[in-house]
């Protein structure tokens, strides 16, 4: 069975672009969540999705916004770049089983110069 | 207050030695408790789940204490690749799912 995916591994950006980040969850996974996670910082969790709806945004500013599709991929959209958004972006799904735990894709490296 | 709190660490133990880690959670209505462990510059991975009654996945044991509001991870038999950063995690379930990390303690197994 294909883990979570997520693409571009690697990103580098200009201050003030727009970025891009995929995921696709493991095949019968609704939910995806996004996590930031910067050098040496815990994971810092960003938007929550499932079922195609936003069901819960972290901490972050409207910048940071993403969708899922019909098939619960997902896109994070970060508009605006400032330099203190290089990180890790982290992608996971779950089932919607209560007990369900999360499963992460390998991330994608931000840099914003 | 943060929801999920973790020993600092970092925990430097020798080969062989057995190591506990706490993780205190302030939402008392938390749902489901986890360990995943994090290697450097890696994407976290499920560890095992944790159960009321606590559980055992061969040198690890998990502990949940709901009155307390505490979980445990006990390593037996350190391994050098028993090295990483473990994150307790909490599912809140408050609406569908929660899920809430920790900062990890971080553990190096020296030779």
């Known amino acids: 069975e294909a883990g979570v995916t997520q693409s571009p591994t690697h990103l580098i950006k200009t201050r003030g672009q727009q970025a891009t980040l995929r995921c696709s969850p493991i095949?019968?996974?609704?939910?995806v969540y996004w996590y930031q996670q910067a050098l040496g910082l815990g994971l810092q969790f960003l938007l929550w999705?499932?079922?195609?709806?936003?069901?819960n945004r972290g901490n972050f500013p409207p910048r940071f916004s993403g969708r899922q599709f019909p098939n619960y991929s997902s896109e994070l959209n970060v508009n605006a770049l400032e330099l203190e958004d290089s990180a890790l972006y982290l992608c996971?799904?779950?089932?919607?089983?209560?007990?369900?735990?999360?499963?992460f894709g390998p991330g994608t490296r931000l840099t914003v110069l | 207050r943060k929801e999920v709190e973790q020993d600092p660490g970092p925990f430097n133990v020798p080969e062989g030695a057995t190591v506990a880690f706490n993780c205190t959670y302030s939402?008392?209505?938390?749902?489901?408790f986890f360990w995943y462990r994090q290697d450097c510059r890696k994407e976290p991975k499920l560890l095992m789940s944790?159960?009321?009654s606590g559980n055992e996945d061969g040198r690890f044991t998990a502990q949940l204490n709901r009155a307390s509001q505490y979980i445990s991870l006990l390593i037996r038999d350190s391994k050098l690749s028993d090295s990483a950063t473990y994150l307790c995690?909490?599912?809140?379930?408050?609406?569908?799912?929660?899920?809430?990390f920790g900062p990890g303690t971080r553990l190096s197994v020296l030779p």
């Open positions: 995690v909490v599912n809140n379930d408050n609406y569908g799912q929660n899920f809430v």
């Open positions: 095949s019968g996974h609704t939910s």
């Open positions: 999705y499932d079922e195609g709806e936003e069901r």
């Open positions: 944790v159960y009321s």
């Open positions: 996971a799904s779950s089932s919607t089983l209560r007990t369900g735990s999360q499963y």
């Open positions: 939402n008392s209505a938390s749902q489901s």
